[in-house]
C-alpha cells in the first residue's frame, strides 16, 4: 500500500531564515506531487505541482519554490521566511484513475 | 470552468441527529467529486468519491453522499452523528485538463455536542 511521509511535523523559524520540507511517496511509482498550503482559519492553496523528476509548476507567485529531485521525493523551499510563510504546509500525491489524492500528515510552520 | 461551493463555513448538530454538509459544483463536463475530513493539526482524509458510477456514494465511518446532476450537488450526509465526527469537511472536485489537479471548497466545519 502506499505511503506519504512528511518531516519535520512542528517547525518555528524565524523571520529570514531558509526552509526546507520534505515529502516522500512509498508504494508507487510516477505519482503527481502537490504542495498545499492552509493558513490559520482558511481552505486550502495549492502552490505547486509535479508531474514528473524536475518537473514543476508553480500556481502562485510567492517566496517559496519546489524541486522534485527523485521520483517520489518532493521538496519545498525558501531562501528568507516572511511572517506571511506561517501555516500548515500539506503534500499530496495522486495516480490513480479518479485523480484523487492523498495527503500526508502536514507540517506546522511557525514564523517568528 | 470548474469550482466548488459549500454551504455553511460552521455546522452544528446533536450527537445521534443527522448531518447534512452541502456541496454545490460548477463543472462543464462530468465530474469527479470527493469529499475529505481533516481533524485538528492532521492531513486530509478521503472520505467517498464519485466517479460516474452509482450516484449514491458510500464511504467511510458511516458518510455517504448523492450525486445530483439536475442541482449540480454533491451532498454529504450521516444519519447520526458521533462526537468523533467533529472535524472540518472539504468538498472537491476534480480540474479537467490535465495533471489531477483538484479544486477544493472553503471548508465546512462540523461541530457535535452531547
Known amino acids: 500500500s502506499q505511503t506519504i511521509h512528511q518531516w519535520p511535523a512542528t517547525l518555528v523559524q524565524p523571520v529570514g531564515s531558509p526552509l526546507s520540507l520534505e515529502c516522500t511517496v512509498e508504494g508507487t511509482s510516477n505519482p503527481n506531487l502537490y504542495w498545499y498550503r492552509q493558513a490559520a482559519g482558511r481552505g486550502l492553496q495549492l502552490l505547486f505541482y509535479s508531474v514528473g523528476i524536475g518537473q514543476i509548476s508553480s500556481e502562485v507567485p510567492q517566496n517559496l519554490s519546489a524541486s522534485r529531485p527523485q521520483d517520489r521525493q518532493f521538496i519545498l523551499s525558501s531562501k528568507k521566511l516572511l511572517l506571511s510563510d506561517s501555516g500548515f504546509y500539506l503534500c499530496?500525491?495522486?495516480?490513480?484513475?479518479?485523480?484523487?489524492?492523498?495527503f500526508g500528515p502536514g507540517t506546522r510552520l511557525t514564523v517568528t | 470552468a470548474q469550482s466548488v461551493t459549500q454551504l455553511g463555513s460552521h455546522v452544528s448538530v446533536s450527537e445521534g441527529a443527522l448531518v447534512l454538509l452541502r456541496c454545490n459544483y460548477s463543472s462543464s463536463v462530468p465530474p469527479y467529486l470527493f469529499w475529505y475530513v481533516q481533524y485538528p493539526n492532521q492531513g486530509l482524509q478521503l472520505l467517498l468519491k464519485?466517479?460516474?458510477?452509482?450516484?449514491l456514494v458510500k464511504g467511510i465511518n458511516g458518510f455517504e453522499a448523492e450525486f445530483k446532476k439536475s442541482e449540480t450537488s454533491f451532498h454529504l450526509t450521516k444519519p447520526s452523528a458521533h462526537m468523533s465526527d467533529a472535524a472540518e469537511y472539504f468538498c472537491a472536485v476534480s480540474l479537467s485538463g490535465g495533471y489531477n489537479k483538484l479544486i477544493f471548497g472553503a471548508g465546512t466545519r462540523l461541530a457535535v455536542h452531547p
Open positions: 464519485y466517479t460516474s458510477a452509482a450516484t
Open positions: 499530496a500525491w495522486s495516480g490513480g484513475p479518479a485523480y484523487e489524492q492523498y
